[in-house]
């Protein structure tokens, strides 16, 4: 996926483009308006970041420039003031949701997910891996056998797997992307999420398989 | 705001009191001079009358007078007293004295006469026979050139009938006193209550104004009115001014504070991810969870002073309960869905119209949300329950967490208060504060329940049109 951050603030900026490259995500940075209007004249970009207070104007000029000119790209802004005076504007204006800073990413992905999944402008929203179908427009995994509902956090370590099948990943690694770091989690509730993955996959072509002191992996059965 | 308008006002009588007093005091001076000079003309007028009428006898009587042989002789003409008697009953004295032997009439009626003959008429007044009398002294001289005699004339008369006539005039003037004083004071009033119009123009063009109408008066003042109207209109400005900068200051204020802690948290979720020993990584989970606090606090406190500020100058809009709540429950989902939580909304299919502030009460609702989700367990359920209670909108939260313990139920509207058992959550401990406030602004109450193991429920009430 491709997204636009709009930010002014330098470090900011670097570290949010950082967090974004960790997951594999493509992140292009406009520092001001004029760079942010000249980035989406150029490149698609599956979700636009959009701070609010930038050098050279309101951030909300730009949104509502934006959806006059039917620019369908969804827009999530990052906005550093108060929630109780913003939050009716920003809606109006057409802003998709809103972050307040300092966000937690797991928040912000969560949201960007669900702005897609309404959107419903996700390029590629099927993985299929040894004949099971992850939809993660509806986090669903269909299988022959049929369709299962995932919630939320099966969904995301089902996507983290799929994403890359055969790949060992550590106990510590799935943590990171399961959790909120603002959450106090055990090492085994990561145990109990992919028992119970396992037992969706019950029945399937696919399976997480355990290997021992490096963690798991999703592997074709035999 | 509410030092501003509250401050007691110290008011020292009505104006327009004061000015019917006055002018009705004036009036009352002017009906007494009035009174007065009505009666001492009237007086004068009905005294003269009788003077006239006893000098006229009195002169009758000296054009009777002739000398026979150096006597003098009278032959009093008879209409010299009757002219007098016409008026009333009073008694009629008279008294004709030659060289001081009297000639005809009372002997004791004595009147000082002038020495030398006049033609004027003297008048006099005094007590005879134990009764006031009007005396009228002519005095001739009568005789040939060679034989002269003075001969004074003096007629009395009772003061009776003017007594009567001066009572009669006396209640005339009251009357008359009374009727201006009346109509003066009538006319006061009046003028009193037309002067102080355009004051009350103004008056009434300010207190008609809502809390939240900060254009300039534009009534109609008279020239005197002008500076305190322009001393209001400026005060208007640099009141919104100071409201606008509030505002700005609060927003201004959160971003300062908000931005270089999301750099802060961003780099250090950056850095979480790249550390692989796990003593590292909760050291900077701790760090995380710090920042995490700071900026929670940081954004309620701000979210309380908005609203306050915004509670101060209530603006009501018409809203739908059901649809406020929905909007929340949309906004949080994505938070929820992460702790893999849903959140069920029921409600009674009732009409749930309320005119509030939406901001404010989307910001309770919002916080009350947040709580519930921050307590909440993994995999739970939050249930949203809209219904009516009485005469009351009641939107209920229920939970399935920890509860509220170690407090008393009360003290959770109190400002950085919290219960014993919020453990590591992140709080600051104002989101019941400022639920409680947005509540209070909108005339209901907040109530929580809470059952050991059985979470807790916090509920809104709002009342009913």
């Known amino acids: ?222 | 705001m509410k030092a501003i308008f509250g401050t007691p006002l110290i008011t020292r009588g009505s104006m327009q009191r004061r000015l019917v007093i006055q002018l009705s005091l004036i009036a009352f001076l002017l009906s007494l001079l009035l009174f007065l000079i009505v009666r001492g003309v009237a007086d004068r007028a009905a005294s003269d009358t009788q003077d006239n009428i006893l000098a006229a006898s009195a002169i009758s009587i000296a054009d009777a007078l002739y000398s026979e042989g150096g006597q003098v002789q009278l032959e009093l003409p008879y209409s010299a007293l009757s002219m007098l008697g016409t008026i009333s009953e009073d008694r009629v004295f008279y008294r004709v004295n030659v060289d001081g032997t009297t000639l005809t009439g009372y002997d004791d009626l004595v009147v000082s006469a002038r020495s030398d003959v006049s033609t004027q008429a003297e008048f006099s007044t005094f007590s005879y026979r134990g009764e006031p009398v009007r005396a009228v002294s002519v005095t001739r001289s009568v005789g040939s050139q060679s034989q002269r005699t003075l001969v004074q004339v003096v007629v009395a008369q009772t003061r009776l009938s003017l007594a009567q006539i001066s009572y009669r005039i006396t209640l005339w003037a009251v009357a008359i006193g009374v009727a201006f004083f009346l109509v003066a004071t009538g006319l006061s009033l009046w003028a009193a209550h037309n002067a102080l119009a355009p004051l009350n123009r103004v008056a009434s063009a300010v207190t008609r104004r809502g809390p939240n109408d900060l254009r300039p008066v534009r009534a109609e003042a008279p020239a005197e009115l002008a500076p305190l109207v322009s001393a209001l209109n400026s005060f208007i400005v640099r009141l919104s001014a100071s409201l606008a900068r509030s505002e700005d200051f609060i927003a201004e204020a959160a971003h300062r504070v908000r931005t270089p802690l999301a750099t802060v948290r961003t780099q250090a979720e950056v850095i979480h991810r790249s550390l692989q020993h796990s003593k590292n990584k909760s050291a900077l989970r701790e760090m995380i969870r710090a920042i995490d606090e700071s900026s929670r606090s940081a954004g309620q406190l701000l979210d309380h002073a908005m609203v306050n500020f915004r509670a101060d100058q209530f603006q009501a809009v018409d809203i739908d309960l059901r649809e406020l709540v929905a909007e929340t429950v949309e906004r949080l989902s994505p938070t929820a869905e992460l702790k893999d939580i849903a959140i069920l909304v029921s409600d009674t299919g009732e009409d749930f119209a309320f005119s509030a502030d939406p901001i404010l009460l989307q910001n309770a609702l919002r916080n009350v949300l947040d709580n519930a989700i921050k307590y909440s367990p993994p995999d739970s359920d939050i249930l949203v329950k809209l219904f009516h209670d009485s005469n009351f909108h009641v939107i209920s939260f229920h939970d399935q967490g920890r509860g509220f313990e170690g407090l008393n139920l009360e003290n959770h509207f109190e400002r950085f208060k919290r219960g014993t058992n919020v453990g590591d959550i992140v709080g600051s401990g104002l989101g019941l504060t400022i639920v409680n406030e947005v509540a209070r602004a909108h005339g209901g109450h907040v109530k929580i329940t809470s059952n050991k193991g059985e979470g807790a429920c916090v509920s809104l009430f709002l009342p009913l049109a």
């Open chain 1, 1 to 222: 996926m491709r997204f636009l951050l709009v930010e002014d603030n330098a470090q900011l900026a670097r570290a949010v483009c950082d967090r974004f490259a960790i997951d594999g995500h493509a992140i292009d940075h406009a520092s001001s308006l004029a760079d942010a209007i000249a980035f989406v004249g150029t490149t698609h970009y599956d979700l636009i970041l959009l701070d609010i207070m930038l050098p050279d104007g309101d951030g909300r000029d730009f949104l509502s420039r934006h959806r006059r000119a039917k620019n369908k790209t969804p827009v999530i802004v990052l906005t550093a003031r108060s929630q109780v005076s913003d939050r009716i504007s920003l809606l109006d204006l057409g802003a998709d949701d809103y972050v307040t800073k300092p966000f937690d990413f797991a928040e912000l992905e969560a949201r960007c997910r669900a702005v897609l999944r309404r959107q419903g402008g996700v390029a590629q929203n099927r993985i299929e891996f040894a004949g099971v179908v992850l939809d993660s427009l509806e986090a669903t995994l269909s299988a022959k056998n049929g369709t299962q509902n995932l919630r939320n956090r099966e969904f995301r370590l089902v996507e983290i797997f799929f994403a890359a099948p055969g790949q060992i990943f550590s106990k510590n690694h799935l943590m990171d992307r399961l959790f909120s770091l603002s959450e106090d989690v055990s090492e085994n509730a990561i145990e109990v999420y992919v028992g119970r993955l396992r037992k969706k996959l019950d029945g399937t072509g696919a399976q997480i398989e355990t290997v021992r002191s490096l963690g798991y992996r999703l592997v074709a059965k035999e």
